[in-house]
């Protein structure tokens, strides 16, 4: 949904604000939907995973925050398969 931009195309600025004002969402729950949307961009595994029930949203956001704050602080990507084992080691 983020790369096809609907919500641009229906008036919103972001994919946060269209989470918010048009499906409701609280800001918390919004940011943990898209954290969820980046993990899947990058590890398109995490989808099934969620779809079976191995993980949820949350787990799922914190995954994100911790494979992002580890880019942060080495300055640098992870590779696909660091970011693949990270996500199984919390799945």
């Known amino acids: 949904m983020n790369s096809r ?8 600025g972001s994919l946060f604000e269209f989470l918010v004002k048009y499906f409701h969402f609280s800001e918390s729950s919004a940011y943990q939907r898209i954290s969820a949307l980046k993990l899947i961009q990058s590890i398109p595994e995490a989808r099934a995973a969620l779809v079976a029930g191995e993980t949820n949203l949350s787990t ?4 994100q925050g911790f ?24 799945k």
């Open 67 to 90: 494979i992002r704050k580890l880019e942060s602080e080495k300055k640098a990507d992870l590779s696909f398969q660091e970011k693949k084992d990270i996500f199984e080691a919390v």
């Open 5 to 12: 931009k609907i919500y641009a195309q229906l008036g919103y």
């Open 60 to 63: 799922m956001a914190a995954t």
